[in-house]
Nanobody, 125 residues
Framework: VQLQASGEGLVQGGESLRLSCSSS????????MGWFRQAPGKEREWVSY????????DYADSVMGRFTISEDVDENTVYLQMNSLKPEDTAVYYC???????????????????WGQGTLVTVSS
Protein backbone atom coordinates (compact mmCIF):
# COMPACT_ATOMS: atom_id res chain seq x y z
CA VAL A 1 0.00 0.00 0.00
CA GLN A 2 1.60 3.21 -1.13
CA LEU A 3 -0.96 5.58 0.35
CA GLN A 4 -2.02 5.89 3.96
CA ALA A 5 -5.37 7.45 4.76
CA SER A 6 -6.24 8.60 8.25
CA GLY A 7 -8.76 10.73 10.09
CA GLU A 8 -11.37 8.13 10.91
CA GLY A 9 -14.08 9.39 13.19
CA LEU A 10 -17.61 9.43 14.51
CA VAL A 11 -19.21 12.86 14.43
CA GLN A 12 -22.66 14.36 14.68
CA GLY A 13 -24.45 15.93 11.76
CA GLY A 14 -23.24 19.45 11.09
CA GLU A 15 -19.78 18.85 12.49
CA SER A 16 -16.48 18.75 10.63
CA LEU A 17 -13.74 16.21 10.08
CA ARG A 18 -10.48 16.28 8.17
CA LEU A 19 -9.06 13.26 6.40
CA SER A 20 -5.40 12.95 5.50
CA CYS A 21 -3.63 10.96 2.81
CA SER A 22 0.14 10.57 2.93
CA SER A 23 2.79 8.41 1.37
CA SER A 24 6.28 7.31 2.26
CA UNK A 25 6.94 6.26 -1.34
CA UNK A 26 5.20 8.74 -3.60
CA UNK A 27 5.75 12.48 -3.83
CA UNK A 28 2.09 13.37 -3.96
CA UNK A 29 2.60 16.76 -5.54
CA UNK A 30 3.32 15.01 -8.83
CA UNK A 31 0.19 12.88 -8.83
CA UNK A 32 -3.44 13.60 -9.44
CA MET A 33 -5.13 12.81 -6.14
CA GLY A 34 -8.68 11.64 -5.71
CA TRP A 35 -10.97 10.91 -2.81
CA PHE A 36 -13.65 8.27 -3.15
CA ARG A 37 -16.12 6.80 -0.70
CA GLN A 38 -18.19 3.68 -0.30
CA ALA A 39 -21.27 3.68 1.86
CA PRO A 40 -22.65 0.43 3.29
CA GLY A 41 -24.43 -1.54 0.60
CA LYS A 42 -23.51 0.91 -2.13
CA GLU A 43 -20.93 1.14 -4.86
CA ARG A 44 -17.85 3.27 -4.44
CA GLU A 45 -18.35 6.81 -5.64
CA TRP A 46 -16.05 9.65 -6.50
CA VAL A 47 -15.91 12.61 -4.09
CA SER A 48 -13.14 14.99 -5.09
CA TYR A 49 -10.06 15.34 -7.27
CA UNK A 50 -6.96 17.53 -7.34
CA UNK A 51 -5.16 17.57 -10.66
CA UNK A 52 -1.38 17.20 -10.73
CA UNK A 53 -0.27 19.47 -13.54
CA UNK A 54 -3.00 22.03 -13.56
CA UNK A 55 -3.85 21.92 -9.88
CA UNK A 56 -7.56 21.98 -10.59
CA UNK A 57 -9.98 20.94 -7.93
CA ASP A 58 -13.23 19.18 -8.64
CA TYR A 59 -16.06 18.02 -6.42
CA ALA A 60 -19.07 15.81 -6.66
CA ASP A 61 -22.33 17.72 -6.52
CA SER A 62 -23.22 16.02 -3.24
CA VAL A 63 -20.23 17.58 -1.45
CA MET A 64 -19.77 20.83 -3.36
CA GLY A 65 -19.47 23.76 -0.98
CA ARG A 66 -18.95 21.50 2.04
CA PHE A 67 -15.77 19.57 1.25
CA THR A 68 -12.38 20.99 0.29
CA ILE A 69 -9.39 19.13 -1.08
CA SER A 70 -6.00 20.62 -0.29
CA GLU A 71 -2.41 19.63 0.24
CA ASP A 72 0.68 20.39 2.26
CA VAL A 73 3.61 19.84 -0.06
CA ASP A 74 6.16 19.95 2.76
CA GLU A 75 4.25 17.28 4.66
CA ASN A 76 3.57 15.28 1.47
CA THR A 77 -0.04 15.03 2.54
CA VAL A 78 -3.36 15.63 0.79
CA TYR A 79 -6.36 16.54 2.90
CA LEU A 80 -10.10 16.36 2.57
CA GLN A 81 -11.73 18.89 4.85
CA MET A 82 -15.33 17.91 5.39
CA ASN A 83 -17.69 20.48 6.87
CA SER A 84 -21.42 20.41 7.56
CA LEU A 85 -21.36 16.65 7.55
CA LYS A 86 -24.57 14.77 6.96
CA PRO A 87 -25.56 11.20 7.85
CA GLU A 88 -25.45 10.37 4.15
CA ASP A 89 -21.73 11.16 4.17
CA THR A 90 -21.20 8.04 6.27
CA ALA A 91 -18.83 5.81 4.33
CA VAL A 92 -15.36 4.38 4.08
CA TYR A 93 -13.26 7.03 2.39
CA TYR A 94 -10.36 6.17 0.12
CA CYS A 95 -7.61 8.32 -1.27
CA UNK A 96 -6.09 7.39 -4.60
CA UNK A 97 -3.36 8.58 -6.93
CA UNK A 98 -3.16 8.63 -10.70
CA UNK A 99 -0.02 7.95 -12.68
CA UNK A 100 2.44 10.81 -12.20
CA UNK A 101 2.06 14.02 -14.16
CA UNK A 102 -0.91 12.86 -16.18
CA UNK A 103 -3.99 14.87 -17.06
CA UNK A 104 -7.23 13.05 -16.45
CA UNK A 105 -10.64 14.11 -15.32
CA UNK A 106 -10.08 12.17 -12.14
CA UNK A 107 -13.62 11.01 -11.52
CA UNK A 108 -13.16 7.34 -12.42
CA UNK A 109 -11.68 4.47 -10.44
CA UNK A 110 -9.60 3.27 -13.40
CA UNK A 111 -7.81 6.62 -13.65
CA UNK A 112 -6.22 6.01 -10.26
CA UNK A 113 -3.40 3.47 -9.94
CA UNK A 114 -2.55 3.57 -6.24
CA TRP A 115 -5.10 3.34 -3.42
CA GLY A 116 -5.06 3.83 0.31
CA GLN A 117 -6.60 1.37 2.71
CA GLY A 118 -9.73 3.37 3.51
CA THR A 119 -10.80 5.21 6.62
CA LEU A 120 -14.27 5.12 8.15
CA VAL A 121 -16.36 8.24 8.62
CA THR A 122 -19.59 7.89 10.55
CA VAL A 123 -22.02 10.78 10.84
CA SER A 124 -24.88 10.45 13.29
CA SER A 125 -28.13 12.35 12.97
Amino acid sequence: VQLQASGEGLVQGGESLRLSCSSSRLTLEGFGMGWFRQAPGKEREWVSYRGSREGTRDYADSVMGRFTISEDVDENTVYLQMNSLKPEDTAVYYCAATNPWTIVRGREDHEHKSWGQGTLVTVSS
